[in-house]
């Protein structure tokens, strides 16, 4: 039985701050962002738009294409969670109005559990060929400001469809994988923003790649050659491309600087305009191969590389589908990118690092900068509130 991703769209929210914008308030080289790091602009959640906003903003086209009250899952990745307890896809369940009938579990490791969400709905599937199981990967970055990862903030979900018989990818058997407990980057409960140890970071990740593949090839037999495309979870575009440079070393490949930089292109070049969406990241950076690659990919094979922080690493492929292009979300993609408002330095910082008032005492009016179809409106008695329009 074929087992895969049978459709895959993404939001973001509505507006940006470009890193031109950001790199004049810092006094810093744009091309700092541009070219060292490879990021353009950053989606900006203002207060109204959280990661249940998000979900269902990446999960309400799909119902085009599919029963909404055949899905028998939510299965929703995030390290941005809204609650210790309920879990967002449980928000998200009413949000979009699904069947009784239907499991909700929030999963949660770094940018890994979006992975990890994409493992446990296939094994359901495997399981009970019935299931139809909703996997979301939401997240919003934020760092503290004038910290190393500033620079590398975004948001962003991404909602799939996982079933037999998938219309887009089929998820292959055998993977590898890897993990360490380390302290490259953390968000204890009492923190907004996320702790990193930014170089260490991304030392650890090239680390984790390195035995990630080596555990790879050794349960499937799978060599470099036999993989066309790559995806790579993105904390900023610039990391695939130390990523890929390392496995090429790893394998003995010969690859320009040239060659490396269009095979990766198609797949950083949402993420470039979005910035790290953490879980999403790498999910996204899929739909951009798929929406942006040069040629039809039917009966290619893309290996997709998930890291998440502290760590866990797993790396797994996947072949393409005939008549994929005629289920891709592509235009709208590209419509919510172009369509998002610029902010100012100062608007940033007031939508991003400012808290609502009456937060702590549970009682919040939101005003309404969210344009989107959800939106939380207030909370109240630490109840949040959330509208469909
Ligand atoms: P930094 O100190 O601000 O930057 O931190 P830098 O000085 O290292 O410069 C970055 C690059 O720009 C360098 O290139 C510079 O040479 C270059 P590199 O040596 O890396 O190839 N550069 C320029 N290039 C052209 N023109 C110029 C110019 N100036 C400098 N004028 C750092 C960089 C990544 C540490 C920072 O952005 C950070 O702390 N980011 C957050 C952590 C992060 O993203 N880590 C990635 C790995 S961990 C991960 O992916 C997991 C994560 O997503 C979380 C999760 O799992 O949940 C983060």
Avoid at 58 to 85: C, M, W
Avoid at 230 to 253: D, I, N, S, W
Wanted: glycine share 8%; net charge negative; proline share 4%.
């Amino acid at each position: 039985m074929k087992v895969g991703i049978d459709l895959i769209h993404f939001a973001t929210a509505d507006y940006y701050l470009g890193l031109d914008t950001f790199a004049a308030e810092k006094g810093v080289d744009v091309n700092k962002y541009y070219v060292g790091i490879g990021q353009e602009r950053m989606s900006i959640a203002p207060p109204d738009e959280d990661i249940v906003t998000l979900a269902a903003k990446a999960a309400d086209p799909l119902f085009n294409h599919i029963e909404r009250d055949k899905i028998t899952a939510v299965l929703l990745a995030t390290e941005s969670g809204v609650d210790q307890s309920k879990s967002a896809s449980a928000y998200l369940h009413g949000l979009l109005g699904l069947h009784k009938n239907c499991r909700l579990i929030e999963l949660k490791h770094a940018c890994y559990a979006g992975a990890a969400a994409l493992q446990m709905a296939q094994g359901l599937v495997h399981a009970n060929p019935n299931e139809k199981v909703l996997v979301i990967a939401a997240d919003i970055a934020k760092y503290d400001v004038d910290s190393s990862g500033e620079a590398t903030q975004g948001c962003g979900a991404a909602a799939m469809i996982i079933k037999r018989d998938p219309r887009l990818l089929t998820l292959e058997p055998g993977s590898g994988f890897y993990s360490d407990d380390v302290m490259d980057f953390w968000r204890p409960n009492y923190r907004e923003t996320a702790l990193v140890d930014g170089k260490y970071s991304t030392k650890v990740y090239l680390n984790s790649l390195r035995e990630t593949w080596k555990h790879f090839t050794a349960n499937t037999g799978r060599r470099y050659e036999d993989i066309d495309w790559f995806c790579y979870h993105l904390p900023f575009t610039k990391m695939a491309e130390k990523a890929h440079r390392q496995l090429t070393r790893l394998t003995g490949v010969e690859l320009s600087d040239d060659e490396l930089k269009t095979l990766l292109a198609p797949m950083q070049a949402y993420n470039r305009q979005l910035g790290n969406s953490y879980t999403a990241s790498l999910f996204i950076g899929l739909a951009s191969l798929l929406d942006n690659a040069p040629e039809d990919l039917t009966g290619q094979r893309i290996g997709l590389f998930s890291y998440g922080s502290g760590c866990v690493s797993e790396f797994f492929t996947g072949i393409v589908e005939p008549g994929y292009r005629d289920h891709l979300f592509t235009e709208d993609h590209r419509w919510q990118i172009d369509h998002r408002q610029p902010l100012d330095y100062a608007d940033y910082l007031q939508l991003y690092h400012t808290q609502p008032e009456g937060l702590y005492e549970g009682q919040v009016v939101l005003p309404e900068y969210n344009r989107g179809r959800y939106r939380l409106k207030a909370i109240r008695d630490h109840k949040r509130l959330y509208e469909r329009r």
